[in-house]
C-alpha cells in the first residue's frame, strides 16, 4: 500500500473545470498527490465567465474541514477562493488544526471580471496572510493587498513582494506576473533571506482560464517532496508552463478554455 502526499483544497466550485476545486484536484492528481477539496462557494460558470455565486455557510465551511482533519492527516493545504468575510475568519481558525504546510492564494477578482470576493472581505483576508506559509498573489491582488498602484515592472514586483513581508506580515510571497506583458512571464519569489525573479518563456494560447489558480495549486503537492519552498515553487512554474504549452491540444467551450491540467 502507497501513501501519496494528501493535499486539500479550501476553495470554490467552478463548472467549467478550468479553475477553482476543479482545477486543484486535476492539478494535485497531475502531480502525483491525492486530492481532497472543501468548498467555500458555488459559482455557475463557463469559459465565457461567471454568473453567480452561491457561497457555503461559514459553519458549514468548518464543518467539512472539522470533519475532515479528525480523520485524514494532510500533508499540504492550498486555500483558493474565500467568497465571505466570516467564511475566511473561520478558516483562519482553522488553521492551527491542519497541522501542515498551507499556501494561499488570495483570489479577489475572476480574468473575466467577476468580483469572487466581497469588498468587506479585504481585511478578513489580511488577517488570514500572516498565517499562511505562503501566499500567492498576482499583480492586481498584490496591489490590492497593499492599498498601492498595480506593479509595471519587476523593480515594482520585487519591491511589493518585499512590502507584503514587511508591511502586511506574509511569511513568503510568491507574487505572479502572469498579468504582465512581455516576451517572458517573470515571477517574483521573496522570503526572510532572498528576493528571486523566476522566469519562464510567456506562452501564446487563449486557454488562459485558471492559470493564477493552477500555479498555486501546483505548489502544495509538490512542497511534500522538497525541504524547501523555492524549488518546490521552481517545479511548479515549470509543470505549469508545461500546461499552458498543451492548452491548445484542449478546445473546451467558446470561451478562454483551461490550461491541460
Ligand atoms: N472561479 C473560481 C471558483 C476560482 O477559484 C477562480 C480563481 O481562483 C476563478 C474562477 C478565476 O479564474 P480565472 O481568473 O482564470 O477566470
Redo the contacts with the bound molecule.
Sequence with gaps: MTRPPVVLSI????PSG????QADLKTFSALGAYGCAAMT?L?A?STQG?TGIHVVPADFVRSQVETLVADVRLDAVKI??LAAADVADTVSALIPSLRCPVVL?P?MV???GSR?LDEDAMAAVRRLVPLASVITPNLPEAAELLGGPVATSVGEMRAQARALLDDVGAQRVLLKGGHGNGPESVDVWADSSSTVELTAPRVDTAN??????TLSSAIAPLRPAYDEWLPAVRAAKVWLTGALQAADELSIGQGAGPVHH
Excluded at 476553495?11 to 467552478?14: F, M, Q
Excluded at 478550468?18 to 476545486?21: N, S
Design positions: 476553495a470554490g466550485s467552478d478550468g479553475a477553482g476545486i462557494a459559482t460558470q461567471v483558493g477562493m492564494d483570489v475572476s480574468t473575466s469572487l488562459t482560464h485558471g492559470t493564477g489558480c
